[in-house]
């Protein structure tokens, strides 16, 4: 059954499968790419005949050992018709072309109408009998790439609507600790310690337990060992917030992605985080009186000790933000602490599928995915030491 796809809708899905994609951050073999290996490799195989340039179109091309080295992975593929005895030229792997299977090496370009043709004809199976199809014709297509496409196609996206969830635990619109976290970095160039000249606020809206941590820089690759920190200390968060609008400090996607980079290094994985939208401005002004608070915390801090170390004063301030009973006599830590169940581990306590979670990445989405009710079996974090 072919996905129903308009020619408006098709542009758009297509639009939307390479934005993802490139999300995902892969260096991919590009047409133009594939066209200049295979010049190359006619080349190479001129020469190796001792025919100079009688297999080319381009005689002035320059093939080097580093052309020779660069290619090691590819093989020349060529076809000739029976009729008119015309010659074809396409690309395989060594790995394929030793073993005598004949499977071409898809362009980046061709990723969506090759997946989009087979998972059509499989009946719209899911991710790995599709990528086990797309594999045995072409080489070099992403399993990440058909998770996409399969998230994106809209009569899988009705199939899972008349399934509904197995077992699963769906959002709910009551918030719960580790929900959402707000992250904002406080400008303290004013009043320098050392090195220390920036402070990351981070925040659980449901709870509003605080955690300080001191900076040396508002990079992205700072903030997101900051972020690593309180993640290690308290689990995941499902959705990231920070300002969109402020110039104090990088942007969500940049610290998101410093973050994962981070804990692939440190040898965590299932550390996805859903970006969250901008701030309204009713949470805006929340979280500009939540970090005043904090500046105000630590200016009677530095007084009452006669000290100019704020870095070591914000774990003071974070403790007693964190202790301190509000209005209905109730700390942060007691709201955190009392999450139990409910404080899920991030995204991955939601019960989305793998091939599903790889096409996820903004709070829009993962609306879209609760309210086609995609979500099926449950998956735990590992931890690699």
Request: net charge positive; glycine share 6%.
């Amino acid at each position: 059954m072919a996905s129903p796809l308009t020619p408006v809708d098709l542009a758009s899905t297509r639009a939307e499968f390479y934005r993802r994609l490139g999300a995902v951050g892969r260096s991919q073999l590009t047409r133009q790419r594939k066209a200049t290996i295979i010049r190359h490799l006619r080349e190479m195989a001129a020469r190796e005949a001792r025919h100079l340039g009688r297999m080319s179109p381009f005689p002035e091309a320059k093939i080097t050992y580093h052309h020779r080295n660069a290619h090691r992975v590819y093989r020349l593929l060529v076809e000739r018709e029976e009729t008119s005895g015309r010659e074809t030229f396409d690309l395989v792997l060594k790995k394929d072309a030793e073993a005598n299977v004949k499977r071409t090496v898809a362009p980046y370009e061709d990723w969506f109408d090759l997946i989009r043709e087979e998972h059509d004809r499989s009946g719209h199976k899911g991710v790995a009998k599709v990528f086990a199809a797309v594999s045995a014709k072409y080489a070099r297509v992403a399993r990440d790439a058909v998770a996409i496409y399969t998230a994106l196609c809209p009569v899988c996206a009705v199939q899972r609507e008349r399934k509904g969830p197995r077992g699963a635990v769906l959002l709910q619109k009551s918030n719960y600790c580790n929900e959402r976290w707000q992250l904002d970095v406080l400008h303290m160039q004013q009043e320098p310690e050392g090195q220390y000249k920036w402070l990351c606020h981070v925040q659980d809206q449901q709870s509003k337990f605080t955690l300080l941590r001191p900076l040396a820089s508002n990079s992205a690759e700072d903030v997101a060992s900051a972020l690593f920190d309180a993640v290690a200390d308290f689990a995941l968060p499902t959705i990231l917030q920070m300002d969109h609008t402020s110039a104090q400090g990088p942007s969500v996607e940049a610290v998101l992605a410093a973050f994962g980079k981070l804990a692939t290094e440190r040898g965590l994985r299932g550390t996805k985080i859903i970006r969250g939208r901008p701030r309204k401005e009713a949470v805006q002004k929340a979280i500009a009186a939540s970090t005043e608070r904090v500046r105000a915390l630590l200016r009677s801090w530095q007084e009452r000790t006669n000290s100019k170390k704020w870095s070591l004063g914000s774990r003071v301030v974070q403790l007693l933000l964190n202790t301190t009973a509000d209005a209905s006599g109730v700390a942060p830590m007691d709201l955190f602490c009392r999450g139990g169940v409910s404080r899920r581990n991030g995204v991955y306590g939601l019960g989305i599928t793998p091939d599903v979670l790889a096409g996820t990445h903004t709070e829009d989405d993962l609306e879209r995915l609760v309210a086609n009710r995609a979500v099926e079996v449950e998956v735990e974090v590992e931890v690699e030491v």
